[in-house]
């Protein structure tokens, strides 16, 4: 075998504060339950907080009880993570930039991007994160990914800067026609060649 293949996301872990002000954050605003905690194993004095972020993945965090939150901005060099992107319903995306106003919790408000919208807003350790909704959902059969590598490939062809509702539009209709039966006209008209 010459390559690894991932299969997805299994999880991603964050040093942070402490566990009453992640769980505050992580499950009593953001509403991600809190599944499991124990102590970290290679850090027997850090507790390990595990939570499920909307689709069963983990978002898991090590924390201490002498910790304080830092809002300080994570540095963004080279190895760093940028941001973290959760996946949001419309009817939640269009309330995110007002609940996070109402906690006095710096954001973006609403950014175009194309084929999704997102807001971004830090945490109280300050990572980046991003609330993030598709424009689009993908036909029966096929992922987000397949729809996106679609709207990229038509994207290209039409010398577009990026991908816009267009693109998304006519890839969804791509992948509708490569899975739809046959219709009544198309045997009618294979039968009389």
Known sequence: MAKLQVQGVHHITFVGSNREAIIEFYRDFLGMPLIMEQPNLDVPEETHLYFDAGDGRLITFFVRPDRANDPTPNPEGIGNLHHLAFTVSRATYNQVARRLNERGIWNTGNIDRGFMDSIYFRDPNGQLLEMACYKFEP?????????????HKLRVAAGAYNIQEEHLAEAIAELSQRRAPATVEEGVEARTR
């Open 139 to 151: 036909p029966q059969g096929y992922t987000i990914a397949d729809v996106l590598a679609t709207a």
